[in-house]
């Protein structure tokens, strides 16, 4: 038995039915090979056994009462992954998907994804299997403030400070910060994304997406090419995607399409983003409504997805932009993008595509940026926030964009040479695995068995 079938089959037997964790693990232990052989002191000093197991993980009830005087019940969770870089830094989820092995797999990237940033951050990442879909503005707060009267006893500013994720957006923080304040009686940085109004930070909410399409514009740089021109097939219709298609335009690429969890939408000319700002502002309207103002774009309903995969990626373009969720790109949708001519995929979800997807990307030897690379520009404009919440200071829009891209290119540059080192050029996959690794193994060796 290789040491990644010993650790997943390990990890099935301690952290039973948790798919996407297993996955997650797999993606990673598989690209350290080169550097495990090269160093046996990560296999002296147990790394990889301490990695996959987090330092802790909270699960609570989570007790509310809607509208209609009944009482709700949810589960909640906080997975304080790994603190060897600095404090436990991660979003929280609000989806009904939401569960321990969504959230394990979501915090293991994060470890990664937050030590390539090169900032002081650890990995940490948290939730509910809440649907916030459909629920009114005080149904919203009441969760949010029952969530908070267990959280708040595990986060701090120097501990672990959550941020937003899928659901959880500008109100949700707000409201989790309004109860944090009230129970502890604090006013402190320990939420990010948090409103302009009271202590967050400019450019924190197009970070993400942002992000992504920098990172992009690099990899196709290193080509000598760019964005110009490219048609760009964009999923997800949320805080990620919206600012990724805002990019794209900005940089003089068309993105054509866009989706959400009632289907995708595709419109040959460009995606009229004003209009699905308007139809997603709180959530409100399925991207159907779109038709009524474009009677030409194509909305194909989930239910009608062709076989084991997704209407999305069936159509024709340059790049790939998965913005939505883990593992909306299967293999099948990779081989359909590659034949229809793309060049360049750029992950702005958390694990969007499958590992056979991954594989397939990389044996054709396109532009793949993983998504712990190419999405880490939230996370680092998140402790860009916390950095101008410690400091006490406002930094201008132009000044944190600024050093957003430049972290992005710091990353890319991190995972390009990394793989070059190995002998594997242009596998960033490979390159951004053993450098967010090698950072936070050595931070946890020197800081003992801990
Ligand atoms: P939002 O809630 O703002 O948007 C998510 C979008 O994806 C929505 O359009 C939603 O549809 C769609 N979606 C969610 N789940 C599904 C599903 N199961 N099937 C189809 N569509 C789905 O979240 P974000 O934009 O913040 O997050 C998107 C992705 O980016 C996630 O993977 C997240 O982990 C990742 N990410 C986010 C960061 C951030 O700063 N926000 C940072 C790094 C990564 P609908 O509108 O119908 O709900």
Redesign the pocket.
């Known amino acids: 038995m290789t040491y990644i079938q010993q650790t997943i089959s390990d990890l099935k037997h301690t952290s039973p039915a948790q798919t996407e964790f297993y996955q997650a693990v797999e993606e990673v232990l598989n690209s350290l090979g080169p550097l495990l052989e090269s160093n046996d002191i990560y296999q002296k000093q147990a790394i990889i056994q301490r990695i996959v197991e987090p330092e802790r993980q909270i699960m609570f009830r989570i007790p509310w009462v809607d509208d209609n005087g009944d009482i709700q019940v949810n589960k909640g969770y906080r997975i304080e992954f790994n603190s060897a870089l600095g404090p436990y830094k991660g979003?929280l989820?609000f989806?009904p998907?939401v569960n321990a092995g969504i959230i394990k797999f979501?915090g293991f990237e994060q470890i990664f994804?937050n030590a390539l940033t090169g900032l002081s951050i650890g990995g940490g990442k948290g939730g509910a299997n809440f649907n916030p879909?459909g629920r009114s503005d005080a149904e919203i707060m009441r969760f949010c403030q029952s969530f908070m009267n267990e959280l708040y006893r595990h986060i701090g500013p120097t501990t672990d400070v959550p941020?937003?994720?899928?659901?959880?957006?500008a109100r949700e923080i707000g409201y989790m910060f309004g109860q944090y304040k009230r129970l502890t009686g604090r006013y402190e940085g320990i939420l990010t994304?948090k409103s302009l109004l009271w202590g967050g930070s400019l450019a924190?909410k197009e970070?993400?997406?942002y992000g992504t399409v920098y990172f992009a514009e690099y990899m196709l740089d290193e080509l000598g090419d760019d964005l110009k021109g490219k048609r760009c097939l964009v999923?997800?219709?949320?805080?990620?995607?919206?600012y990724a298609m805002e990019k794209l335009y900005q940089l003089g690429a068309t993105p054509i399409s866009?989706?959400?969890?009632?289907g995708t939408l595709y419109h040959h000319t460009g995606i009229d983003l004003k209009l699905i700002k308007r139809l997603?502002e709180g959530?409100r309207s399925?991207?159907v409504e779109y038709l009524t103002s474009y009677p030409e774009a194509i909305h194909t309903q989930?239910a009608d997805y062709p076989e084991n995969g997704h209407a999305i990626w069936r159509y024709a373009a340059d790049a790939a932009f998965p913005?939505?969720?883990?593992n909306?790109l299967t293999l099948d949708d990779a081989q359909a993008l590659l034949t229809n001519g793309c060049k360049l995929v750029s992950e702005?979800?958390?694990?969007?595509s499958t590992n056979q997807a991954v594989e397939a990307f990389l044996e054709a030897g396109i532009s793949y940026g993983p998504?712990k690379a190419a999405?880490?520009?939230?996370?680092a404009t998140?402790q860009l926030e916390m950095a101008q919440n410690a400091s006490m200071q406002k930094w201008t829009f132009i000044h944190v964009d600024q050093q957003l891209k430049q972290i992005m290119k710091n990353i890319f540059i991190s995972a390009s040479d990394t793989a070059k080192e190995f002998g594997q050029d242009g596998n960033l996959v490979l390159g951004a695995n053993i450098a967010g690794f090698r950072r936070v193994a050595d931070a946890m060796i020197e800081q003992g068995v801990v």
Do not use: F, W, Y
């Not at 941020?163 to 957006?169: E, K, M, Q, S």
């Not at 999405?375 to 996370?379: I, K, L, Y």
């Open positions: 979003g989820r989806h998907s979501l994804k879909k941020a937003g994720d899928i659901g959880v957006g994304g924190r970070a993400t997406g999923s997800g219709a949320g805080n990620v995607a919206i866009c989706s959400d969890s009632s997603k959530r399925d991207l989930v913005c939505a969720t883990q909306e702005g979800a958390n694990m969007p998504s999405n880490a520009g939230g996370v998140s």
